[in-house]
C-alpha cells in the first residue's frame, strides 16, 4: 500500500514537472524558429500539455488497464472544465471576449457527444483511432485558416503565457528531453501505483482512472489556468481548457486506439460520459450567454467536481 502511494505520488510529481519542461521547452524552440505564436498555441501547447493523458492512457492500454486509459480521458475533460475552469474563475473572475471560443466550444461539444456511441460499441477499434485523428488534422487545418485572419487569438494568448520564461536553446532541448523522460517514468509509476490502490481497496480501475489518474494527468492545464489567473489573465483558461478536451478525445484517445484497440466497459458509456457531455455542454453554453464566469460560478463549478468525485468512489 505504502510502495503504491508513493508511486503515485512520485509519478504526480514527474507528470508536473516533465509536462513544464516539455511544453515551455519546445515553445522556446518554436519561438526561436520563429514559428508563428498562433500554431504554438494550437499545436504545441496543445499536444503538450495533453502529452501527460497520452503516456498514462497509452501505458495502462499496453499494460492491460483499459479502464484507466479510458478513464484518463473522460475523466481528464470533466476536471479541466469543473476544477481548472471553477478554480482559475475563483482566482480571477474569466472574461468572456474571444467570439472564437464559442466556435471551439461548439466543437468540444460536437466531439464529446460523438464520443458515446463509439463507446456504446464496447471498444475503440483501429480504424476509429485513425478516424479521430483525420477529424483532429481537419479541425487544426480549419482552426489555423480562420484564426490566422484575426488580429487577436485566444491561442496566441495562451502561447505568451506559456513563453513567459525566456531559454536559451541549449536549455530548451534539455528541457524537453528532460521533461519526456519523467513523463514516461512518471506515466509508468502512476499507472502501476493506480492500479495497485484500485486492488488494495477494491476500488476499480475506473474509478481511480476517472479521480486521482484524471487530475494528475490535469497538473500542466491546472498549473497553466492558475498562474494566468493569479496574473489577471483567467480567460487564457478558456482556449487551454477547450483545446486540451478536443485534444484529449481525438489525439489522446485517438492514438492510444491506432497502436491498440481498447475495450471500453460499459460504465463509461452509460454514466460517465454522458457527465462529460454534460459537463461540455455547460461551458458552451455559459460560452454563449455570459461576458464573464464569476468567482461564483467558479465556486458551482468545484463544487460540482467534488459532488463528482464523491459519486464516483462511492460503492455500486
Known amino acids: 500500500m505504502i510502495t503504491d502511494l508513493a508511486f503515485v505520488a512520485a509519478g504526480l ?16 524552440i518554436a519561438d526561436r524558429m520563429r514559428i508563428s505564436k498562433l500554431v504554438v498555441g494550437m499545436v504545441i501547447v496543445g499536444f503538450g ?6 503516456l498514462v492512457s497509452l501505458q495502462a492500454a499496453l499494460g492491460g488497464s483499459p479502464e484507466i486509459a479510458i478513464g484518463n480521458v473522460i475523466g481528464s475533460n470533466i476536471a479541466n472544465v469543473l476544477l481548472i475552469i471553477g478554480t482559475a474563475a475563483l482566482i480571477w473572475p474569466i472574461a468572456n471576449t474571444d467570439s472564437s471560443m464559442r466556435r471551439e466550444g461548439l466543437v468540444m461539444l460536437a466531439v464529446s457527444a460523438a464520443l458515446i456511441p463509439l463507446l456504446m460499441m464496447g471498444i475503440v477499434s483501429r ?3 485513425f478516424g479521430m485523428i483525420a477529424l483532429l488534422a481537419a479541425y487544426l487545418f480549419i482552426a489555423y485558416r480562420l484564426e490566422s485572419r484575426r488580429r487577436e487569438s485566444a491561442f496566441t494568448h495562451e502561447a505568451e503565457e506559456v513563453a513567459d520564461i525566456a531559454m536559451k536553446p541549449a536549455f530548451a532541448a534539455v528541457a524537453v528531453v528532460a521533461g519526456l523522460a519523467m513523463l514516461m517514468f512518471g506515466a509508468r509509476l502512476l499507472v502501476d501505483g493506480a ?7 477494491g476500488v476499480s480501475e475506473a474509478v481511480i482512472g476517472l479521480t486521482i489518474v484524471a487530475v494528475g494527468t490535469s497538473f500542466p492545464e491546472l498549473a497553466t489556468s492558475v498562474i494566468a489567473a493569479m496574473r489577471k489573465h483567467a480567460d487564457v483558461a478558456l482556449a487551454n481548457v477547450v483545446g486540451s478536451n478536443i485534444f484529449n478525445i481525438l489525439a ?11 475495450p471500453v466497459a460499459s460504465r463509461f458509456a452509460m454514466l460517465d460520459a454522458p457527465v462529460m457531455l454534460a459537463v461540455a455542454a455547460a461551458l ?7 461576458k464573464q464566469i464569476g468567482r461564483g460560478w467558479g465556486l458551482a463549478l468545484l463544487a460540482a467536481y467534488a459532488g463528482y468525485v464523491y459519486a464516483s468512489v462511492l460503492p455500486a
Open 13 to 28: 510529481v514527474l507528470l508536473f514537472v516533465g509536462g513544464e519542461g516539455l511544453v515551455r521547452g519546445s515553445v522556446a
Open 195 to 201: 492500479t495497485g490502490i484500485a486492488r488494495d481497496f
Open 284 to 290: 458552451t453554453l455559459m460560452l454563449f450567454t455570459m
Open 127 to 129: 480504424l476509429a483511432g
Open 252 to 262: 489522446i484517445l485517438g492514438l492510444t486506439a491506432v497502436i491498440t484497440p481498447v
Open 49 to 54: 500539455t495533453s502529452t501527460p493523458e497520452l
